[in-house]
């Protein structure tokens, strides 16, 4: 799960047939093609806009409780393989519980445990602040725009419902996605989608199904083994 979330920050976006590296350079590399960037093909500057855009998209999933269900397509553009599952996520300040259906992901501010029902399975463990920028939906969209470049996207119109905004990652990261573009809902500022291409070839979209507020406590986001009988610990805290 932890890889899911990673690969969405590359978050975290719309389907485009030409993919613009970069707008200031006008250059342009087709799908399916393994992509090798320079610094310079990476845009320099942020729009200002755009930014604000995306802080007031991440202040609606940080500051009440929120419940998020979305579809992820991950798409192979060198095979044309294709895999796709839907899910939920639940936040709460710094707080989440993810649910797919190979796992449940449960974070109450400490611990993170992943419960694997097939299996009866649950691993418990402190993840480290830089484990957790990669895992904590709630902080991908606060922080990840951070250490990138945010611009308008050339396929962004007024006439839209949504914004289209383009994320380019800081060359020095050396991400292994180099792109993402995110999708906002121009009246709610929620997320509508993120699409996140990679340098491999390999592009995950996730749309977000429908958005609503929810009220919770914090046992929620912990999970319980005695709910579970015969449940396997594993405490690698």
């Keep these: 799960m932890r890889k899911i979330f990673t690969i969405l920050i590359g978050i975290v976006t719309g389907v485009l047939l030409l993919i613009p590296v970069s707008a200031q350079k006008g250059k342009m590399l087709p799908h399916g093609k393994v992509v090798t960037l320079k610094k310079s093909d990476i845009p320099s500057q942020t729009d200002p806009k755009a930014k604000s855009i995306l802080d007031k998209a991440a202040a609606k999933y940080n500051n009440s409780p929120v ?4 579809q992820i397509n991950v798409t192979d553009t060198k095979s044309g393989k294709k895999d796709s599952f839907k899910g939920d996520v639940v936040m709460n300040g710094k707080k989440f519980r993810i649910t797919t259906p190979s796992a449940q992901t449960y974070y109450d501010g400490r611990n993170e ?6 299996n009866n399975e649950v ?3 402190m993840p ?7 895992v904590n939906p ?3 969209m606060s922080s990840y725009t951070v250490h990138a470049t945010v611009q308008f996207s050339l396929d962004n119109k007024t006439s839209d419902s949504y914004y289209t905004i383009d994320v380019f990652p800081d060359y020095s990261l050396r991400k292994d ?3 993402s573009i995110v999708q906002i809902d121009r009246k709610t500022f929620h997320v509508k989608s993120i699409k996140v291409l990679n340098k491999n070839g390999v592009h ?7 958005t609503k507020r929810k009220s919770l406590n914090d046992a929620f986001f912990v999970f319980y083994p005695k709910a579970h009988p015969g449940v396997v610990v594993n405490d690698l805290r």
């Design 204 to 210: 995950t979209l996730f749309t977000a199904l429908s």
């Design 138 to 140: 709630a902080y991908l």
């Design 128 to 134: 480290t602040p830089k484990e957790l920028q990669e």
């Design 113 to 118: 445990y992943v419960y694997v029902a097939k």
């Design 67 to 70: 419940q998020v269900f979305f």
């Design 177 to 179: 996605y180099y792109k």
């Design 123 to 125: 691993s418990i463990s």
